[in-house]
């Protein structure tokens, strides 16, 4: 009986395990963009049938970490560099909206929040753990966005964030090398100061040079040539 309500268990449950490790691995690049995410394959290495393989896929597909093709296989999403400018103008609009909309309407506890996910990326940072880095990262900005009281506006921005994730992975390598890792905490504490003191004009203008950076140091990286250790892949090519 024991057997069988474990087999319950794993049924119902097992998806998670292989998205939460799948998604790790993507965004850590350790399983890089293009790379081909074979269902059969994936159900050996967790030791399962193929549905829970197949139900993480999915959940990954929502958070457009992985793509299906044509040919109905699934491949990890490419990196699209050549609509970078796109993302970051978009990623722009949507950072300056929340963040005025939390200066303008923030409660004292949502102060607190994210206060304490800015301490929590601080934290992060000491790691020099990457993909820590990028989830406080993300949960900072959320923490702004959720006191904006603007749920649509929220759900984009987290979209976009989700999508920027891996790289906000190089981004953080090329600030390990370049040694300017500390801009990240100090625009964060500049926002979290704007919001508190209610200046909705200097939290705009905060995170708008907050994106700027983020995209002149990843055209940096890109110029530097240290993605030729890292395929930014292709749709066009894995088909």
Do not use: C
């Not at 006191?147 to 953080?172: I, T």
């Amino acid at each position: 009986m024991s057997e069988e309500l474990e087999s319950k268990r794993v049924r119902g449950t097992g998806w998670k395990n292989v998205y939460e490790t799948l998604r790790g691995e993507i965004l850590a690049l350790t399983l890089p963009p293009g790379q081909l995410l074979d269902e059969t394959t994936l159900a050996e290495r967790f030791d399962m049938s193929r549905s829970p393989v197949r139900e993480a896929l999915i959940r990954l597909a929502g958070e457009d970490l992985v793509v299906t093709l044509s040919n109905r296989s699934t491949i990890v999403a490419p990196i699209e560099v050549a609509s970078f400018p796109k993302y970051v103008e978009a990623l722009d609009v949507a950072q300056r909206m929340n963040t005025r909309l939390a200066a303008a309407l923030r409660t004292d506890a949502d102060l607190k929040i994210i206060a304490k996910r800015q301490k929590e990326f601080e934290a992060a940072v000491k790691t020099n753990v990457h993909l820590k880095m990028s989830e406080a990262n993300k949960q900072f900005h959320m923490a702004i966005a959720y006191a904006g009281k603007n749920p649509y506006l929220a759900s984009f921005y987290e979209r976009l964030l989700n999508q920027g994730q891996r790289m906000l992975h190089l981004h953080f390598e090329y600030l390990e090398r370049t040694g300017d890792g500390y801009l990240l905490t100090d625009e964060h504490n500049l926002m979290l100061e704007a919001i508190r003191a209610k200046d909705v004009e200097r939290a705009d203008e905060l995170a708008h040079a907050h994106t700027r950076q983020f995209q002149d140091n990843f055209i940096s990286f890109l110029r530097e040539n240290y993605t030729t250790d890292v395929s930014l892949g292709s749709r066009a090519a894995a088909e």
